[in-house]
């Protein structure tokens, strides 16, 4: 890892937010670089006065009551009217955050001239750092896969491999190529893999093909109608390895 | 009508984080007055909501609308506190050579703090209440404010180097009880 890698994550760091990769890097690095440490040292520092000395404002004596009785008079007299209305609003905010969610997500897609490998190692990336890599923690395919279920317009296959040493982390919605697909998240040793799948359109069974991008490898084939895209720091060969289970499951 | 059953399930849902909400809506408006007007209108909002309420940690989702009526508030009130071209202020501020005594004899004390976090823009201030006094994730945090988890990291990165210079800046270290 390099300063500049280390001033970018050194935050979630130190807030416990970065995958257990990136983490043993950060601590390798803080051994290794006097200047990440001092950094870090001066983060911790001023952490812990922020913590042991702002004030934390309790409410008045009082408030609880008055918000019961105000939550109470609500109930008796607020026709039905408003609660709709409520509904309605809340699904504009939400609707106005996912749009503004998924928008940066094309953006930043689309910086590198639409190449969708590039997609893939930067979603890829993206999912290492802070609390990001599952949407649906489980090692359960059972309980991965009924997740996507309303999600998504498509059913991916899942597997778990875990006595061939690919173990089923997790599920999670990501956005490629400009549709939501589903990314299905392995662990191999300390390895992260990501797996992403989206149907074909059309498209008849190809080869593996591979591509190496920032220093993951990329695997690529299309397989009974389902696209697949394999992300991931582990060695090529290994990574091989879950090409043959995957398509095993079709 | 609203049925009362429905109150007293929203009560014992929301109820237990009103001092997460109080000290959030204490931190935004920057008065005992306001907060608490803010977390009863905070509250009454939530009941409207609370039919699609779906998920099952309930203090993201009041601190969100506490977190909005603040907005509302402010915007209200103090327009000039909401600032618009955060996202223009790339470049963290050099804290190397602060020195960790320096800041310690500021950061000591409880107004000196107080007031560092009080003259962070409100948009890096809410992040460190989330994350410093609730202990909140960044997914958390992420969905209150409505933003995305890369940027609750760049914020508090950005706010920390700010409290670091500001709390070892002579002025403040010298502020008596």
Not at chain 1, 141 to 169: E, I, M, Q, Y
Not at chain 2, 8 to 33: C, D, K, Q, S, V
Request: charged share 25%; aromatic share 8%; net charge neutral.
């Amino acid at each position: 890892m390099i300063c500049r890698e280390s001033q970018e994550l050194i935050h979630g760091y130190v807030d416990g937010e970065l995958d257990l990769v990136r983490n043993l890097e950060m601590e390798r690095h803080l051994h290794e670089c006097a200047a990440c440490a001092g950094t870090h040292e001066r983060i911790q520092r001023m952490r812990s006065a922020v913590t042991a000395n702002a004030p934390y404002f309790r409410p008045p004596a009082g408030l609880e009551h008055r918000l019961r009785t105000r939550l109470r008079a609500n109930a008796e007299t607020k026709p039905v009217a408003p609660r709709f209305l409520g509904r309605w609003q809340w699904t504009g905010i939400a609707a106005t955050i996912l749009i503004a969610v998924l928008s940066v997500t094309v953006m930043t897609s689309r910086r590198t001239g639409g190449e969708l490998a590039q997609e893939v190692a930067a979603s890829h990336v993206r999912s290492l750092m802070a609390a990001h890599l599952t949407d649906v923690p489980s090692s359960d395919r059972h309980t991965v896969k009924p997740w996507f279920n309303g999600k998504l317009d498509f059913s991916p296959p899942v597997g778990d491999f875990p006595d061939r040493g690919f173990a089923l982390v997790g599920g999670r919605l990501d956005y490629l190529a400009s549709r939501p697909v589903a990314a299905l998240v392995y662990q191999r040793r300390k390895h992260v893999i990501n797996l992403f799948v989206w149907p074909a359109s059309g498209q008849s069974d190809s080869a593996v093909q591979q591509s190496d991008h920032q220093g993951y490898h990329l695997l690529h084939w299309t397989k009974s109608g389902m696209t697949y895209w394999a992300a991931s720091d582990l060695n090529s060969a290994e990574l091989w390895e879950l090409v043959s289970l995957v398509n095993g499951l079709s | 009508m609203r049925e009362k059953a429905e109150v007293t399930r929203f009560e014992e849902l929301a109820l237990p984080h009103m001092e997460a909400a109080y000290n959030l809506a204490r931190w935004l408006t920057g008065n005992n007055h306001d907060a608490e007007d803010v977390v009863q209108e905070s509250y009454l909002r939530a009941l409207k909501f609370f039919a699609s309420f779906r998920g099952e940690n309930g203090k993201p989702w009041l601190l969100t609308i506490v977190r909005n009526t603040c907005y509302t508030w402010l915007r209200r009130n103090r327009m000039n506190e909401i600032t618009t071209d955060l996202e223009e202020e790339v470049q963290l501020a050099d804290t190397t050579s602060v020195s960790p005594e320096a800041m310690l004899l500021a950061a000591a004390r409880t107004e000196s703090v107080q007031r560092a976090l009080e003259e962070l823009p409100v948009e890096f201030r809410e992040i460190v209440i989330l994350r410093e006094l609730e202990g909140l994730s960044y997914k958390e945090i992420a969905e209150i404010a409505a933003i995305p988890v890369g940027t609750v990291m760049s914020r508090l990165a950005r706010a920390r180097a700010r409290l670091q210079k500001l709390l070892s800046e002579p002025g403040l270290a010298e502020v008596r009880a």
